[in-house]
């Protein structure tokens, strides 16, 4: 039996398990694992031909499809690093990953390479660039050249560099709210723990079917497939368009597994499921936000049976928290507690650790937290940090500093452990006098049943400190009533809690790469408009 350190041995340890058992869905294909077994070795060969040293990037650019998965077990198999770039990301966004990581290697479709040619011309260490399939048009890329995915994939077998399981594999980059993206960078001892992490928890077997309908460059939707080739079960990649897309994949495909973003369930709980859904649907998992009590509600109404996991993480540190189902109805707002094999502090500004239900800081230490950013000493020192000496599971005797990675969001632990979100630190808003966290404002919005969609933010006022406003869509496609809206609001919160502006939008609200509400587009644009207005 083979040891799983690498990422690459979840396939292999698979493989080897059940070779027949299906591993991989796209479309009307599927591949066993003993055939995606052969396709990442094929792969591996020939990026290793094309010349790629060990730690050497290649970017992916591409729509979930076998190729994308193919491309990144691969690339961990020949002792590079992988680096999914979101499909959705335009020429120059994808051009400043690119050079940022400074890729060696680009795979990417003969659809998607002449719309970022123009770009790539400023990606200097960009050598070698595989296509799926042979381009229509010709491209001019003087200083690279190219290679059909079918060429590539006919190399003899050979070994990858010799790598262990602290080094890297894999650069994710962050949805870049506030400001470029930064590249987590990944080693292969994050991900495997994190899969085992994950896979232990939600309690996945070689009989699950996960749903993959997040980005595979966003690190909960990469966990669809850690998740599952631990487990020796099968993932299905979904590129959807509309919610109503997700819902029939889960029915098609009989998934067992779900999991998304609060965005996304918003959608969802609004849509008529078919009754057939809770015959197989074992559990739903949430990740990337607080899921509002609301939808929370709604979705359970639609899967009676089906197990719901409420989780909070970061792409610093891979997961952090997960909710058990039994405790959802007794704690229904809590993010759990710390998931296996990490710990999870709540830390005042000096370092020492907050009393019961005192907000501090959230910090998380073990195998999950990453290796910094790339190439970004300043925010990287600021991110990750050595633990206080005195913090759980830190000894006097020990000489070495331990590195944790320092959250940014605000949350509190009760008596009995369970951890609350309050929000992050960048985005809380000071008001009359009072710390107010938008999480906590969309809550109640979500709870009055009006809203299909909202966010709420904070913009400079020249006596509150900061003046709450609110951009929502109306609930099922219909008009918003502001005056409705606001006087429930009126009824719900405390004044200075109550939204100085309500501002009706048609949905859905834009998303960021990551598929979640981007608050900070959003609040961006109004501040602008509004100082033009003035």
Known sequence: MITTTLLHDLITASALRAPEAPALTAGATTLSYQALE???????AGVL??????GERVGIYLDKRIETVVSCFGTARAGGAFVPVNPILKGEQVAHILRDCDARVLVTSPERLPLIVPALAHCHALRQIVLTGPLTRPVALPAMSLHLWSELMDHPPREGHRVVDHDLLSILYTSGSTGRPKGVVLSHRNMVAGARSVASYLENTQDDTLLAALPLSFDAGFSQLTTAFHSGARVVLLNYLLPQDVLKALVKEKVTGLTAVPPLYIQLAQLKWPETVTDHLRYFANTGGRMPLETLRALRGHLPRTK??????????????????????IRPDSIGKA???????????????????EPGELVQRGAHVAMGYWNDPEKTAERFKPL??????????????????????????????????????????????????PTEVEEILYGTQQVGECVAFGVPHPSLGQAICVIATGRDGAPL???????ECKQRMPAYMVPAVIESRDGPLPRNPNGKIDRKALSTEFEHRTKAEQ
């Open 38 to 44: 052969a396709q990442t070795g094929a792969f591996a």
């Open 49 to 54: 031909a094309l010349g790629l040293e060990r």
């Open 308 to 329: 719901p996991y409420l989780m909070y993480g970061l792409t610093e540190a891979f997961r952090a928290t997960y909710l058990p189902p039994e405790q959802v109805d």
């Open 339 to 357: 998931i296996p094999n990490a710990e999870v502090l709540v830390l005042r500004e000096d370092g020492s650790e907050c009393a019961p239900n």
């Open 388 to 437: 206080p000496a005195s913090a759980p599971g830190r000894q006097s005797g020990f000489v070495l500093p331990e590195v944790a990675v320092f959250s940014g969001d605000t949350v509190r632990r009760d008596e009995e452990g369970y951890l609350y979100f309050i929000g992050r630190r960048d985005e809380m808003m000071k008001t009359s006098g009072y710390r107010v966290s």
């Open 481 to 487: 009533d502001t005056a409705a809206l606001l006087a």
